[in-house]
């Protein structure tokens, strides 16, 4: 798997986009980039997925360099709710493990 | 459509004793995963199986931690003997198939004494 790299903490006011950055500059032509978060106490939830193209979802969108080098992951009006551990991952789609990093610390505030 | 299920919810134990753990995936996925999640850090993948067959053990400490599957459906990870340092939440995830969109449970918070 593509390591990936993503900030620690990130900040973000309720009712606006939230934007969490990741580079994955050593990924491979058949991995994909995957979003996950954890909200506090609970275990992780898949969010999104995307191999070149932009995707969207009803919870968030996935912009995809063209050089697939990095990733955004785009959550259009952030609220509370979303104050989370946010994780990027890149893997083949099929067969291969799930590894976790750090990930990304966003908090929504009022 | 039920999530993946977990028991206990949460364990006390002290040093030395062993402990399981039971997950109950989502029907129809194949694909079963047991994480370690240490305070602060990020789910440690510690066994993937596909059905009844382990795919990934590599980071299962095998002299303490054991885990099987039986009939592809449910199952059970144990700590036999529990250390100080395997306190944590014990995650169970599933997957269709292997395609990595899996599905977690709410977990099992362990505290080892």
């Known amino acids: 798997d593509a390591k990936t790299t993503q900030p620690t903490s990130m900040d973000c006011a309720e009712g606006r986009a939230a934007n969490l950055p990741c580079n994955h500059s050593?990924?491979?032509?058949?991995?994909?980039v995957y979003w996950y978060r954890q909200i506090h106490s609970q275990g992780p939830q898949y969010i999104i997925h995307?191999?070149?193209n932009n995707e969207t979802n009803e919870m968030a969108s996935l912009i995809i360099t063209e050089d697939r080098k990095s990733s955004t992951l785009i959550l259009p009006h952030a609220t509370l709710r979303d104050t989370a551990v946010y994780y990027c991952?890149?893997?083949?789609?099929?067969?291969?493990?799930?590894?976790f990093g750090a990930g990304t610390i966003l908090r929504v505030k009022s | 459509e039920a999530g993946v299920a977990q028991s206990p919810r949460y364990k006390i134990i002290e040093k030395r004793q062993s402990v399981a753990f039971w997950c109950n995936p989502i029907?129809?996925?194949?694909?079963l995963y047991w994480y370690q999640q240490i305070l602060g850090q990020g789910p440690k993948l510690l066994i993937q199986?596909?059905?009844?067959?382990?795919?990934?053990d590599s980071q299962l400490p095998k002299d303490r931690f054991s885990a099987e599957r039986l009939k592809g459906v449910d199952s059970t990870l144990k700590i036999q003997p529990a250390k100080l340092e395997d306190s944590a939440v014990y995650l169970c995830?599933?997957?269709?198939?292997?395609?990595?969109?899996?599905?977690f449970g709410q977990g099992t918070r362990l505290t080892v004494v």
């Open positions: 995830a599933s997957s269709f198939r292997g395609i990595t969109e899996a599905f």
């Open positions: 050593t990924i491979s032509g058949n991995e994909y």
């Open positions: 995307g191999l070149k």
């Open positions: 991952i890149a893997t083949k789609q099929y067969g291969n493990k799930l590894v």
């Open positions: 029907s129809g996925h194949a694909t």
């Open positions: 199986f596909q059905n009844n067959g382990v795919v990934d």
